[in-house]
């Protein structure tokens, strides 16, 4: 069995460039420090002492930075280039964690919240842009792949670390994970070659062809309104559960951060493996169906009322099964609708999906759990979750009749 998993493995990574190999070191440690927002509830009730509303204000301005740093990362990759928009959005954001550590003005830090989530959420079209340009061809989307095992390993190493550092003191949250950022756009400075023919080469191509804007794709745009909501009710599971496990279900903060952790071990270690066999039986969409129904599952685990513990942890692989099926392959979608020359504004459209989804869903759900219960959170993300299946349903139909379309 273990000969298997690791032939598949290698089968699955072999032929990727070195500098996609690089990148992904640079994605894991960036990732390894992505412990300061999972635990962000926790800080300002339980360390500041402040109601579970104003927890949902500061992850919503986190939100509402993430919209702003996703749109302008996505356009200033186009005109500057994905390298330097990774490097400053790494150690300025970095850098600004290390200044909200010090801070407990609550005001402050409101605005600290939108500044640092401008330029974490900048980084994410600079990154998705340089892992094409890195790829070889024909290795893009295991490329992809290769990035969101490297990510899904950081989570798991940050979200322990981060419980750990939680149950010592919540300012080493900030301190760590912004020194992490530091050093991870310094190796994107030492260690990736700058790109600069790749740039030189896309904007002799955009000067003389036709660009395709995401919002000119019908069929993108009502992927992103789908997409928006899943991310929704996805933040949901690391923004308003752990403030729900510790409060509701009274689990401390080193337990509540193995749980976070279980979901990039599971991933890190099954995903590659899964989509190895699954990826070219049946159409992207169909597994973003899957993947909805199975989030929606683990939301049902909770409103269960004893084994909290062991519930907790149920749930939490119910949701990384799902999210194993949705998002590789929503990912795959979105690569699949663009080019070379579209690919940074693609990139952003979707990224500011889920900046969106940062906004409404945690300020939506703590504000529900608090007027209401958690319990009917938890139903109410299970009907949300059934529309998204529907969703991606009606829109695989609608790529199906475009693909006949286009072959005719």
């Given amino acids: 069995m273990f000969k298997s998993i690791f032939h598949t493995y290698k089968k699955s990574f072999a032929g990727l460039s070195h500098e996609t190999w690089l990148l992904s070191t640079v994605i894991l440690i960036n990732r390894c420090g992505f412990m300061a927002v999972p635990f962000m509830s926790l800080y300002v009730t339980q360390y500041l002492h402040r109601p579970a509303s104003d927890a949902g204000l500061i ?3 986190f939100g509402i930075g993430s919209i702003a740093g996703a749109s302008t990362g996505g356009f200033l990759t186009d005109k500057i280039g994905y390298r330097p928009v990774q490097i400053l959005a790494a150690t300025i954001g970095g ?7 010090a801070i407990t003005h609550f005001s402050t830090l409101c605005l600290l919240s939108l500044i640092i989530s401008f330029f974490t959420e900048a980084f994410r079209p600079a990154n998705f842009t340089a892992t094409a340009a890195y790829a070889k061809q024909g290795t893009q989307t295991r490329s992809y792949s290769l990035n969101r095992l490297a990510m899904n390993l950081g989570w798991a190493v940050g979200s322990s670390l981060g419980g750990i550092l939680a149950s010592i003191n919540y300012r080493l949250l900030f301190i760590v994970d912004g020194s992490i950022n530091i050093v991870a756009g310094l190796s994107i400075l030492w260690l990736l070659p700058s790109g600069k023919e790749y740039v030189k080469k896309l904007k002799e191509k955009m000067e003389s062809a036709i660009v395709k804007r995401p919002w000119q794709d019908k069929i993108f745009v009502r992927f992103i309104l789908v997409t928006t909501i899943f991310a929704i009710c996805f933040f949901l599971m690391f923004r308003v559960a752990p403030l729900f496990f510790k409060e509701k279900w009274h689990i401390n903060e080193s337990l509540i951060g193995i749980v976070l952790a279980l979901n990039g071990i599971i991933i890190a270690i099954f995903e590659m493996i899964m989509i190895s066999h699954l990826e ?19 939301f049902l685990f909770l409103t269960l009322p004893h084994l909290h513990v062991l519930t ?5 692989v119910f949701f990384t099964v799902g999210e194993m099926f949705a998002l590789p392959f929503i990912n795959t979608f979105v690569i699949s609708r663009t080019d070379e020359l ?4 693609y990139a952003a459209g979707y990224t500011l999906c889920w900046s969106v989804a940062q906004v409404v869903g945690p ?6 759990a608090e007027k209401f219960n958690y319990s009917l ?8 979750l059934a529309v998204c ?4 349903y009606f829109l695989h139909n609608k790529t199906q009749v475009e693909e006949a379309m286009l072959s005719t």
Avoid: D, H
């Fill in 95 to 101: 850098s600004l964690f290390l200044v909200f550590s």
């Fill in 342 to 345: 579209n690919r940074g504004q």
């Fill in 363 to 368: 300020a939506g759900g703590f504000y529900f």
């Fill in 280 to 298: 070219k039986r049946r159409a992207p969409l169909q597994y973003a169906i899957i993947g909805s129904a199975f989030v929606g599952m683990s």
């Fill in 389 to 392: 299946a529907l969703g991606y």
């Fill in 312 to 316: 907790a942890f149920v749930s939490m």
């Fill in 377 to 384: 959170l938890w139903i109410l993300l299970c009907l949300f």
């Fill in 59 to 61: 992850i919503t301005l």
